[in-house]
Every structure is written in structure tokens, then in C-alpha cells.
């Protein structure tokens, strides 16, 4: 496991919480270690959890309201082949998914710069 190649992503979305899993989930047609909201896939560990500090978007701190955001999704490569450039494309993969069901996302990783959109 390499823990500089981790990211997070937070995520606006008007879902319940197990809707929004469900649709993160969708994008794996292989699903391992399925707990209830953490589970492997493609060599990932990843973690779907309500951020405990979300706020409405109106009620939200100017600076650092990505902080406020309501999901947060920790992703950590387990595969011992991971690379950064595999980490950027699995990445950007899921961000685009939850992009297009409506989502908001914004993105913490040591290798944020290369993740544009």
C-alpha cells in the first residue's frame, strides 16, 4: 500500500447515502470485500462515507467550503503495482462518473495538479 498515491475525493450530490454508493459501486463490475460502506476494487481500497463536517451550500465557509461538501470518498491503491499515472486515470475515472449523474467534486491528492478538469 502506498499512501502517497492516495486521493480523495469530495463530492455534492443529492443522493442518500446509500444511493450514492450504489453509483459509486456501479462503475466495478467486480466488487471484493464489500462492507457496508468500504470495499475493493481494481486493487483499491475504497471508503464512501458521509464528511461529518457537511453544510448546506448556503450556509457554507467561503474559504475551504470543499471541506463542507457532503461525501467524501478515500480511495488507497493496495496493489503493489500502482503508479501514480494508473492513480491520475482511476481518478479522473471516477470523478467523471459522479460528474455525470449530477455530482460537484473537488480532489486532494499529493498529484492534484495533474488531475484537471
Same mark, same amino acid.
Given at each position: 500500500?502506498?499512501?502517497? *498515491?492516495?486521493?480523495?475525493?469530495?463530492?455534492?450530490? +443529492? $443522493?442518500?447515502?446509500?444511493?450514492? *454508493?450504489? *453509483?459509486?459501486?456501479?462503475?466495478?463490475? /467486480?466488487?471484493?470485500?464489500?462492507?457496508? /460502506?468500504?470495499?475493493?476494487?481494481?486493487?483499491?481500497?475504497?471508503?464512501? /462515507?458521509?464528511?461529518? +463536517?457537511?453544510?448546506? *451550500?448556503? #450556509?457554507?465557509?467561503?474559504?475551504?467550503?470543499? $471541506?463542507?461538501?457532503?461525501?467524501?470518498?478515500?480511495?488507497?491503491?493496495?496493489?503493489?503495482?500502482?503508479?501514480?499515472?494508473?492513480?491520475? #486515470?482511476? #481518478?479522473?475515472?471516477?470523478?467523471?462518473?459522479?460528474? #455525470?449523474?449530477?455530482?460537484?467534486?473537488?480532489?486532494?491528492?499529493?498529484?492534484?495538479?495533474? $488531475?484537471?478538469?
Amino acid at each position: 500500500m502506498n499512501k502517497s *498515491l492516495e486521493f480523495v475525493i469530495m463530492v455534492d450530490i +443529492d $443522493l442518500p447515502h446509500d444511493r450514492f *454508493l450504489s *453509483l459509486v459501486k456501479s462503475l466495478f463490475p /467486480r466488487i471484493y470485500r464489500d462492507r457496508h /460502506r468500504e470495499f475493493e476494487a481494481e486493487g483499491h481500497r475504497i471508503e464512501v /462515507r458521509n464528511n461529518e +463536517d457537511y453544510r448546506p *451550500l448556503h #450556509a457554507r465557509d467561503k474559504e475551504d467550503s470543499f $471541506l463542507q461538501m457532503r461525501y467524501c470518498v478515500e480511495v488507497t491503491p493496495i496493489s503493489p503495482q500502482a503508479t501514480e499515472d494508473g492513480e491520475v #486515470a482511476f #481518478a479522473t475515472r471516477i470523478i467523471h462518473h459522479i460528474r #455525470a449523474q449530477g455530482g460537484t467534486t473537488t480532489h486532494l491528492a499529493a498529484y492534484e495538479h495533474r $488531475l484537471e478538469f
